[in-house]
């Protein structure tokens, strides 16, 4: 090769990803001094381009609005604020933002213990199979931990072999699930009695064939639990996630329409049954796999579907494969648990979402038509994963869940008020889905009979919120009026509500942070010289309580110090 030859070209870099740039989180509470790490995904994927990230504008930042690395690292400053991130990709030149609300301090208001817009209903905790349990010192185990709503079958295929009933099977379950007094239950009238199925190949998935005999076993049902079990049996879902397979509607019909059939054939006559026995029930659906905006919309819009409903309902679960690989805070080729349930998909979000749908609709309750989420649960495959019944992530994630759900009204000015049920599923006997089991290396709820079963690590996050050996909520109460830092979708997790016995604040830390000596204000407590007690739930094996020194700082407003630790669930009880 001839000496000193060169030759030129032009590269033009271009970005491997496609789709939409964001940052996670979306928003964050941030402590004072502390650092948060802000991540720009594409589609949910980290963006690998080169990145450039400032804070309200400043590049890097600077010591008033807090700084951030080129690879999202945010210090916060030591003032109090809220501050913009944006990050630029530079390979395709797209931005995104997120935002960092800088705290120094917990402040609640109690507003004088008053009854407000925000009401949280008694009775609104419960789980499916409680009459899984072995006997009656198991059931109480439950009811210990706040539970006192069981939903189950209906087992309608059972008492209706015929078209004259036998309601031994479903009275027995009753029984079981009632041993104790105190339990109330949401039977699902699901599944289709042989001589009642439009199409034999269907099974028990089958629509009627003929309506008004479905609709007479609805009010049958009424009835029979009116006279045998008075004021046991207070709610009734018609059917179960009808919007799969678990309804079959012969080929060329529109499964939700054939739904809608079914439930005014069923509930007009089971609205009318309740009315003639001078009790008052609760029906409702349309019990979807998730919450179907099209179902609910046509529902209430209907004009005898919304006359003859009392409560929406939808189930809501997170993670399927590949999630069921995911770790807690980390991406790992999926995005991680914490992202998945505090999103703009997480639950607080799709609960705001039913209540823009139900404030839209023509029923008579307008925007107070209750919501209920009748199942809920970390992954819908029955599949070991990172967290349902990990010791640290177990009580975690579901005091997350409680919490976001309680919060809504707060992060969002439009959603409806609290939630109105929430059904765990499940409480025991489900792989890798339950509260109570045995407690060995698979950690699997593997419950068999004759064991005596233990609080699984969620268990505690149930009983430290609802059980009235601790805060109560079961027995209903109402959110303060308001408290500080506020829902965001990453960082401390305030919660805070009253009710006859006391108020309460929930600390919940996600992160791996520690925030030693947190500054808790709270404003009319409604005590004029308020107690403190602190739980906390250790290790996902039992609640620590401590007595906390409250102090007045002037007028009606008091303080106290907390320790919180990462991964962590507490609450502060004045009384």
């Not at 989180?25 to 080169?50: K, N, R, W």
């Not at 003639?276 to 029906?283: E, L, N, S």
């Not at 906390?536 to 906390?548: L, M, P, W, Y």
């Amino acid at each position: 090769m001839p000496p000193n030859l060169t030759h030129s070209t032009s590269v033009t870099v271009v970005s491997t990803q496609s789709g939409t740039l964001v940052i996670y989180p979306a928003s964050a509470a941030v402590v004072a001094g502390t650092q948060q790490v802000f991540e720009a995904q594409i589609s949910g994927v980290p963006d690998t381009d080169l990145l450039s990230y400032s804070v309200d504008g400043v590049s890097g930042g600077n010591s008033t609005v807090g700084t951030i690395t080129s690879q999202g690292l945010y210090t916060a400053p030591s003032a109090d604020g809220t501050h913009t991130i944006t990050v630029t990709d530079n390979t395709n030149g797209k931005t995104a933002v997120s935002y960092a609300t800088v705290f120094s301090f917990v402040w609640v208001d109690f507003g004088s213990r008053g009854a407000n817009a925000n009401p949280v209903p008694a009775g609104m905790f419960g789980a499916q199979y409680l009459e899984s349990m072995h006997d009656a010192a198991d059931l109480a185990l439950m009811q210990a931990g706040g539970i006192t709503q069981g939903r189950t079958y209906a087992q309608i295929p059972a008492v209706f072999q015929t078209s004259t009933p036998n309601w031994a099977p479903i009275d027995a379950t009753i029984k079981r699930i009632t041993a104790n007094g105190g339990v109330k239950v949401m039977l699902e009238m699901y599944q289709m009695p042989t001589w009642l199925q439009a199409s034999t190949y269907c099974g028990v998935y089958s629509i009627p064939s003929d309506l008004n005999a479905w609709g007479s076993i609805g009010a049958q049902y009424v009835k029979h639990m009116d006279t045998t079990f008075p004021g046991v049996v207070t709610d009734y879902e018609i059917w179960n996630e009808p919007d799969n397979s678990a309804l079959c509607v012969p080929a060329g019909d529109n499964q939700m329409t054939d739904y809608m059939n079914m439930y005014k054939a069923m509930a007009t006559q089971m609205k009318a049954q309740a009315q003639a026995d001078g009790t008052t029930i609760r029906v409702g659906g349309p019990v979807t796999a998730g919450l179907q905006s099209a179902w609910v919309t046509a529902m209430l819009n209907d004009p005898t579907i919304s006359q003859n409903i009392d409560f929406i309902s939808y189930h809501n679960y997170f993670v399927g494969t590949p999630g069921l690989s995911a770790t807690w805070d980390t991406y790992n080729g999926t995005p991680s648990i914490y992202q998945v349930t505090q999103d703009i998909n997480g639950p607080a979000n799709v609960y705001d979402y039913a209540g823009s749908l139900t404030a839209a609709g023509k029923q008579p309750q307008g925007k107070n038509l209750p919501i209920y989420v009748s199942e809920y649960n970390l992954d819908w495959l029955f599949a070991k994963n990172c967290c349902s019944d990990d010791f640290t992530y177990g009580p975690l994630w579901n005091a997350l869940y409680l919490t976001d759900l309680l919060d809504a009204p707060f992060g969002y000015p439009g959603a409806p008020n609290s939630m109105s049920r929430l059904i765990y599923y499940a409480s025991a006997g489900q792989p890798y889905l339950c509260l109570v089991g045995e407690i060995d290396a698979n950690m699997d709820c593997a419950y068999p009979a004759g064991s005596t079963p233990q609080p699984y690590p969620q268990y505690f996050a149930y009983q430290l919120i609802e059980s009235p050996n601790y805060l109560g909520l079961q027995s209903g109460g109402y959110m303060a009026a308001a408290m500080n830092p506020p829902r965001m979708y990453n960082g401390l997790v305030v919660s805070a509500f009253f009710n006859s016995s006391l108020d309460a604040i929930v600390l919940i830390n996600p992160s791996k942070y520690t925030y030693n000596n947190m500054t808790v204000y709270i404003s009319n407590p409604g005590y004029t010289a308020p107690q403190g007690t602190l739980y906390q739930i250790v290790g996902g094996q039992s609640i620590q309580t401590s007595t906390v020194s409250v102090q007045s700082v002037g007028g009606t407003n008091y303080t106290t110090t907390v320790n919180i630790g990462p991964y962590s669930v507490q609450a502060i009880a004045l009384h």
